[in-house]
């Protein structure tokens, strides 16, 4: 029997966070920037925000043993494995526009959200 606390695409087993070419570049760009080609970009899930849960988003130089590590471009992206139930199945962006740029998570899990995009319901 599945597990009903678990969002419908880490119970199908889709424990997966792509990655898009724009998030990579901008990625590649900011670590370059920080001078430390050892840096990945941590994305965590968190309690809090106006919806429930936030996204975090910082530069780490290490993995940990619970930690979930997806590449694309020569660019790292690491989540920890309970961030990861929350994640499963995402994307993450970087879009740019009118408006300002900023890196998106088009999250199938996510059942609300705030209007500024940093929180998500589950």
Same mark, same amino acid.
């Given at each position: ?5 678990l969002?419908?695409a ?5 424990r ?12 590649a760009?900011l670590i370059?920037?920080?001078? &430390?080609p050892a840096?990945?970009?941590? %994305?965590t899930? $968190? ?8 996204y #975090?988003? /910082? @530069?780490?130089a290490?993995a ?15 989540? &920890?494995?309970?961030?990861?139930d929350? %994640?499963?199945? $995402? ?8 408006? #300002?740029? /900023? @890196? ?14 940093n929180s998500?319901?589950?």
């Amino acid at each position: 029997m599945p597990d009903t606390a678990l969002p419908a695409a880490a119970q199908e087993g889709a424990r997966v966070l792509t990655v898009s070419d724009s998030a990579a570049k901008r990625v590649a760009f900011l670590i370059e920037h920080e001078g &430390d080609p050892a840096l990945m970009l941590r %994305l965590t899930v $968190s309690g809090g925000g106006c919806s429930g849960f936030q996204y #975090g988003f /910082a @530069f780490d130089a290490t993995a940990n043993e619970d930690d979930h590590v997806f590449e694309k471009n020569g660019v790292k992206v690491v989540t &920890d494995d309970v961030s990861l139930d929350l %994640l499963a199945g $995402s994307t993450l962006d970087y879009v740019e526009d009118l408006m #300002g740029a /900023a @890196f998106q998570i088009k999250n199938p899990n996510a059942t609300a959200s705030c209007g500024c995009g940093n929180s998500f319901a589950a």
